[in-house]
């Protein structure tokens, strides 16, 4: 796989983690791992425990550029809470079952990103008024406008609410892109949850790779 690399706009409270996956067959053919699928319980042991302190400042951090993040537009990671807590978390495949397990429990939203859909360079920035993109199937869109969100080559396609259906994991997926959205002072959690994420991704015989995150005034370039 080609190296990466995701500039990042400034911002006072985003930190992020980010990683490829690379998986030794189609998604379609790689099953989840057992410690992946048994994590999607609210009540599964995980080496890292919910905290609501989490939840307040992640919504902080959406906040910052104007967006909302509540009712329908609130945190990926709030909507697994509760799907777990009514039984409706099930499986999906081994990249977002491991992303699931692992956003549940750390409280922190997590973007998968179908690298054979997407397209460089990759960059984090809050979206413009006025932009948005389909996030299902169904061609239901969501208003864009202040969220902070990953952009590839041909626009906006991940955030931490709900990530593009353009570029969305499939059974022919081969290779992914995971960012892990997390608020500044929680940095040991977010190191954690990337350890943890990774494993459950690698127990799948999947490999994975940091990859390199510079904010745009890096003087490092």
Same mark, same amino acid.
């Given at each position: 796989?080609?190296?990466?690399?995701?500039?990042?706009?400034?911002?006072?409270?985003?930190?992020?983690?980010?990683?490829?996956?690379?998986?030794?067959?189609? $998604? !379609?053919?790689?099953?989840?791992?057992?410690? %992946?699928?048994? +994590?999607?319980? /609210?009540?599964?042991?995980? *080496? #890292?425990?919910?905290?609501?302190?989490?939840?307040?400042?992640?919504?902080?951090?959406?906040?910052?550029?104007?967006?909302?993040?509540?009712?329908r537009g609130?945190?990926?990671?709030?909507?697994?809470?509760?799907?777990?807590?009514?039984?409706? $978390? !099930?499986?999906?495949?081994?990249?977002?079952? %491991?992303?699931? +397990?692992?956003? /549940?429990?750390?409280?922190? *939203? #997590?973007?998968?990103?179908?690298?054979?859909?997407?397209?460089?360079?990759?960059?984090?920035?809050?979206?413009?008024?006025?932009?948005?993109?389909?996030?299902?199937?169904?061609?239901?869109?969501?208003?864009?406008?202040?969220?902070?969100?990953?952009?590839?080559?041909?626009?906006?396609?991940?955030? %931490?609410?709900?990530?593009?259906?353009?570029?969305?994991?499939?059974?022919?997926?081969?290779?992914?892109?995971?960012?892990?959205?997390?608020?500044?002072?929680?940095?040991?959690?977010?190191?954690?949850?990337?350890?943890?994420?990774?494993?459950?991704?690698e127990t799948?015989?999947?490999?994975?790779?940091?990859?390199?995150?510079?904010?745009?005034?890096?003087?490092?370039?």
């Amino acid at each position: 796989m080609p190296e990466l690399s995701l500039r990042i706009d400034p911002h006072p409270l985003l930190q992020v983690a980010v990683f490829t996956t690379s998986f030794a067959a189609r $998604l !379609g053919d790689t099953p989840s791992s057992a410690a %992946a699928l048994d +994590a999607l319980r /609210l009540d599964a042991p995980a *080496p #890292i425990q919910r905290d609501e302190a989490v939840r307040g400042a992640v919504r902080d951090l959406l906040r910052v550029g104007g967006y909302k993040p509540t009712g329908r537009g609130k945190p990926a990671s709030e909507y697994l809470v509760r799907a777990a807590a009514e039984g409706t $978390l !099930g499986s999906i495949n081994a990249a977002v079952d %491991a992303c699931n +397990a692992v956003s /549940l429990h750390s409280g922190f *939203p #997590i973007s998968v990103i179908d690298l054979g859909r997407a397209s460089a360079p990759f960059r984090i920035a809050v979206a413009p008024d006025g932009t948005s993109y389909v996030f299902n199937a169904s061609r239901q869109e969501i208003d864009l406008g202040g969220l902070l969100c990953v952009f590839d080559g041909e626009g906006p396609c991940a955030n %931490a609410v709900r990530d593009s259906q353009r570029t969305k994991t499939h059974d022919d997926t081969r290779s992914t892109l995971s960012v892990i959205w997390a608020p500044r002072g929680f940095e040991q959690r977010l190191g954690a949850a990337e350890r943890w994420y990774r494993q459950l991704l690698e127990t799948s015989g999947a490999t994975t790779e940091r990859v390199a995150a510079a904010a745009m005034d890096d003087p490092r370039g």
